[in-house]
């Protein structure tokens, strides 16, 4: 099938647009710290306990720093200014094509890690600041065209002298994001109450939808591949919006379950109806077993057509369906909502939108998704709040059936889909939509699923805490800190080396520190002081400025680096 844009359907095996997933974990870290600037909005509001007096000062190490010698790292070539080692394009010919898995998570090998530092664009200048970033950057610091000539009628962006200039528009809302979201707002009450506070965008394209809920209190994560749509993602972080490189194809999005108040897709051309999994193909037998399994599915007929347990699609909404918590809302536009007035655009027949669409909402319905509304081109599914829908997934021919116990439902990085259904907790009942508290109490109050974390309590919610407000104003007092990230204006590492020296060297995470970072930003790096000196030497190799400074407890066991990268032009030595 071919769309109006002449690009093809909703099979990804066809070259149709999908969302590789990267994200390292200083990322995770930068983006919740910068984050977290917009939650302490409210630390006034807030009762803050004295955190330093329950900390006792440790006697002093009788162990000698680390000491590294001294060196300076290359810069990397130009064409590295966009190097991202986990989705890179130059990698992708090692991977297979099925279900676009050459763009999924693919790191190199530690033989293959560059040593060099990623020079920014030539012509980079400093960004535009937020709010104004929201809707233009500098042409220079993200120098594509791709999109601004071939979606240039759909306004998702346009190249004014030195600026991309971003009017909101997408493909389902060419004359602009803002009522569109205005009709989903009549949809979905809760969007304007503080009810739903998280959301998802899978293929956001350049991030007009995420870009416009953050003027409404809901903080999306835009989601969007390194494909042929040159630079998306690089838009989004540009001008400010949260976003990652993503891709729905064989492995979980990098998110526990009951992640998210609300999912969205805007002709995102996932194909959610479609990759039937038979059983067999979700476990990994040894290689003696097979003969059984085959004997045994031909007397009990399990590759049968009419067997819906073998083969009935949707591996995509059961992802979706993990990680938007019970009463979250799913919500899409395009094919095959209002296919009634749409498929003559979409190069296809009635007949077969008819048949997508009700394939769709049998699928969501087997999941326990209700229609919770729909007008227009906006459609929206509503996740059940309790648990009494799933029961009808035990009967022999159900499908998709119950995840067995086995199953870890928060477990993401790097976890195949299984054709099943992650039904939520029995134990959580205060984790559904209608049982949270409203934004912005919802900051502060202690989380029914922290007594699933290894030693969490309330008590040490609320103590962990009170003690990131007072790190967070302690670390205000070293610098002003601007709060726009280009990739990141701003990282905080808290004790990594300290815990994870035995399988992560320092040098490597510090040149990612600095691939994401960008110039003029700064990085918090909060160590043990016997790490501090080989943090310091490698940081003058990679070009920082940086000073030291005592923690908020003036103990002498850790130390606060504040480091600053420097602005500097590639000279366009060769690759190494």
């Not at 899409?332 to 997508?356: A, I």
């Not at 070009?543 to 032009?569: A, F, M, N, P």
Request: aromatic share 10%.
């Amino acid at each position: 099938m071919k769309h109006k844009d002449g690009k093809p359907g909703s099979h990804p095996d066809k070259n149709s647009r999908a969302f590789p997933m990267a994200m390292m974990f200083v990322v995770l870290c930068g983006l919740s710290f910068y984050l977290g600037g917009i939650f302490c909005s409210e630390r006034d509001k807030i009762e803050v306990k004295d955190v330093a007096k329950v900390v006792s000062s440790p006697k002093e190490s009788s162990v000698a720093p680390l000491q590294i010698k001294s060196t300076a790292f290359p810069e990397c070539s130009s064409d590295y200014q966009d190097y991202t080692p986990c989705t890179d394009p130059r990698r992708w010919k090692k991977y297979g094509n099925h279900r676009l898995t050459f763009m999924e998570r693919h790191c190199p090998p530690v033989f293959e890690r560059k040593e060099c530092l990623v020079p920014p664009p030539e012509g980079y200048k400093p960004p535009i600041t937020w709010p104004k970033s929201r809707d233009q950057c500098w042409y220079r610091n993200v120098p594509y065209d791709w999109i601004n000539k071939q979606k240039s009628n759909q306004n998702w962006l346009r190249k004014e002298g030195e600026k991309f200039l971003f009017p909101g528009g997408g493909t389902m809302f060419p004359r602009g994001v803002g009522a569109y979201v205005d009709l989903m707002q009549d949809l979905i009450p809760e969007m304007k109450d503080g009810t739903v506070r998280t959301a998802i965008d899978t293929g956001c394209g350049v991030a007009s939808w995420g870009g416009d809920l953050l003027d409404r209190g809901i903080l999306t994560v835009s989601l969007a591949p390194r494909d042929n749509h040159e630079a998306q993602v690089q838009f989004a972080l540009e001008r400010g919006i949260p976003a990652i490189l993503g891709i729905i194809s064989t492995q979980r999005l990098p998110f526990p379950s009951n992640a998210f108040d609300m999912a969205h897709c805007s002709r995102c051309l996932i194909p959610w109806t479609e990759f039937a999994q038979r059983l067999v193909d979700a476990v990994h037998f040894p290689r003696l077993c097979l003969p059984i399994i085959v004997a045994y599915c031909i007397a009990t007929c399990c590759f049968s057509q009419e067997q819906n347990f073998v083969a009935s699609g949707g591996i995509y909404l059961l992802e979706v369906h993990r990680i938007l918590r019970p009463g979250g809302f799913w919500v899409l536009s395009g094919p095959p909502v209002n296919y009634e007035n749409r498929w003559r655009g979409w190069n296809t027949t009635v007949e077969e939108q008819k048949s997508d669409y009700e394939k769709l909402q049998e699928l969501l319905t087997s999941m326990c998704f209700k229609l919770y509304d729909k007008k227009d081109d906006i459609a929206v599914w509503q996740k059940a709040s309790d648990n009494s829908c799933y029961s009808k997934l035990t009967y022999p021919d159900a499908y998709p059936p119950k995840c067995d116990d086995s199953l870890e439902p928060d477990s993401a990085w790097y976890t195949p889909f299984r054709p099943c259904v992650v039904v939520p907790s029995p134990r959580i009942k205060k984790s559904v939509m209608e049982s949270i508290p409203k934004w912005p109490q919802r900051l502060h109050g202690t989380p029914e699923r922290i007594l699933d974390v290894h030693g969490g309590s309330a008590s040490a919610f609320k103590h962990d805490d009170s003690k990131w407000k007072i790190r967070a104003k302690h670390y205000k007092k070293c610098e002003a800190f601007s709060t726009y990230p280009r990739t990141y204006d701003l990282l905080h590492l808290d004790g990594l080396f300290t815990a994870e020296s035995h399988r992560c060297d320092m040098k490597y995470v510090l040149l990612e520190m600095d691939r994401i970072l960008r110039p003029a930003g700064h990085a918090i790096i909060r160590e043990s002081s016997y790490f501090m000196d080989a943090v310091s030497t490698i940081a003058r190799g990679m070009r920082w400025s940086c000073r030291g400074e005592d923690t908020e407890y003036g103990v002498e066991k850790e130390r606060i680096l504040i480091c600053q990268k420097k602005l500097w032009h590639s000279s366009n030595q060769s690759s190494r």
